[in-house]
């Protein structure tokens, strides 16, 4: 199985910081066809989890551009520009081009 | 408005069956690949089975391969996963997901 390392495990920032959270993969997420399945997710306290980034850096409609996402092959990084008061949770990476589809353990984001 | 509503969830004696069910609406449902989710207490994120937009192939996490069966009814717009065999660790909130779409999740608990 892909294992995904996902770090800091959890983060305390103020209002309008930014912020990084990072995703190794075991393996290459390069797929046959050429693209790349990672995908960030974050889940607010009590909520299901919401994708906010596909395929590394495609953002999902109505996810603001604070939001970023880049990488390749196994390196990979979720950025937040401005944190907001909302975006408090837990994210997570998950790779979809190996099976079993994989997540990394979690990056509990906290407000100061 | 995009929904994804599972049921089916509820408190099982281990070695029993339990079957989810998710029916989906406001989106093309048999245009996408669907899948069900896991999340133990306290704990991160688990794939746990995945079905193709026609239904003709499913994938299955290995400790599940055998005692689940994931399938789906186009004409109904509407996804299941049938548990056989429960066990303790099986205990989660369920979440079937499009990918791009999460249901609210139902907790299966799995106890004598």
């Known amino acids: 199985d892909v294992v995904m390392t996902q770090t800091p495990p959890s983060l305390s920032v103020a209002i309008g910081q930014s912020v990084s959270i990072s995703c190794k993969s075991s393996q290459s997420l390069v797929a046959s066809d050429k693209n790349t399945y990672l995908n960030w997710l974050l889940q607010s306290p009590g909520r299901s989890p919401k994708r906010l980034i596909y395929?590394?850096?495609k953002l999902d409609s109505g996810v603001p551009d604070r939001f970023s996402g880049s990488g390749s092959e196994k390196d990979f990084t979720l950025k937040i520009s401005r944190v907001e008061a909302e975006d408090l949770g837990v994210y997570y990476c998950?790779?979809?081009?190996?099976?079993?589809?994989?997540f990394g353990s979690g990056t509990k984001l906290e407000i100061k | 408005e995009v929904q994804l509503v599972e049921s089916g969830g509820g408190l099982v004696q281990p070695g029993r069956s339990l079957k989810l069910s998710c029916a989906a609406s406001g989106f093309t449902f048999s245009n996408y690949y669907m899948a069900w989710v896991r999340q133990a207490p306290t704990k991160g994120l688990e794939w746990v089975a995945s079905?193709?937009?026609?239904?003709?192939?499913?994938y299955y996490r290995d400790s599940v391969k055998g005692r689940f069966t994931i399938s789906r009814d186009n004409a109904k717009s509407t996804l299941y996963l049938q548990m056989d065999s429960l066990r303790s660790e099986d205990t989660a909130t369920y979440y079937c997901?499009?990918?791009?779409?999460w249901g609210q999740g139902v907790m299966v608990t799995v106890s004598s």
């Open positions: 079905i193709t937009n026609s239904g003709g192939s499913t």
């Open positions: 997901t499009a990918g791009i779409y």
């Open positions: 395929q590394v850096s």
């Open positions: 998950l790779q979809g081009t190996h099976l079993p589809l994989t």
